[in-house]
């Protein structure tokens, strides 16, 4: 059966199979020790005010556990089909990326805590952080049907596109759940656009240019 792809081990030439399925698997798990992640994250695309929901369904760590996993994973696999050349596709080199990309998020955490710490946000930014973290499972859910697509179609622009437009309406559904969260005032604008820019696009930039060169030199 020439042509078909063979799973055959996450180290073989294979294993973006696996990792697919296992990304997969991390999704369902998180559903399952979490009842409601996935589904609040789908949520996510109503445009309209969301209440709180960390009261509905306490934090579980398994539940975390695989979310971020399937939060990091998938958004990592389209960034090394992205900066790729085929002898640099290898698990290793995904691997190192998944690990940027986690080392970003906990500073990005780190500066959350200390703005929340600094400016007495807790009730507001607790909300956003919330509502964040769905959005984030809800890009990881809109990224997956293109690893299946880009198994088959090795393309670094597709992936690009993918990536790029992705990225694009994450950062559109923060800003518009930001302004609905911390709006009180036109200067309020000001602060979001801020936050956005220093928390957001700088990181992301950041991210975009050692993943690159990460790869490289790998």
């Given at each position: ?103 970003v998020i906990m500073v990005k955490m780190l500066l959350n805590q200390w703005i929340d710490y600094t400016f007495m946000l807790s009730h507001h930014y607790e909300e956003l952080y919330e509502q964040y973290g769905h959005m ?83």
């Amino acid at each position: 059966m020439e042509g078909i792809s063979r799973i055959l081990s996450p180290l073989s030439a294979d294993w973006y199979a696996w990792t697919i399925l296992f990304l997969a698997i991390c999704a369902i798990l998180s559903e399952l020790f979490q009842p409601g992640v996935l589904t609040r994250a789908i949520s996510m695309l109503q445009f309209r005010s969301i209440k709180r929901m960390y009261k509905e369904a306490p934090t579980n760590f398994l539940g975390q556990l695989f979310i971020t996993l399937f939060r990091i994973g998938v958004p990592g696999l389209i960034v090394m089909i992205l900066f790729s050349v085929e002898n640099q596709f290898s698990f290793l080199s995904y691997l190192l990326v998944c690990g940027l990309m986690l080392g970003v998020i906990m500073v990005k955490m780190l500066l959350n805590q200390w703005i929340d710490y600094t400016f007495m946000l807790s009730h507001h930014y607790e909300e956003l952080y919330e509502q964040y973290g769905h959005m984030v499972t809800l890009l990881a859910i809109a990224y997956y049907p293109f690893l299946l697509v880009l198994m088959y179609l090795y393309n670094s622009v597709a992936a690009g596109w993918v990536l790029i437009g992705g990225m694009v309406l994450f950062w559109l559904l923060f800003l518009y759940r930001s302004v609905r969260i911390f709006y009180r005032t036109p200067a309020s604008i000001l602060y979001i656009l801020i936050y956005f820019l220093t928390m957001e696009l700088l990181p992301a930039g950041a991210l975009w240019g050692l993943t690159s060169q990460l790869i490289k030199v790998i």
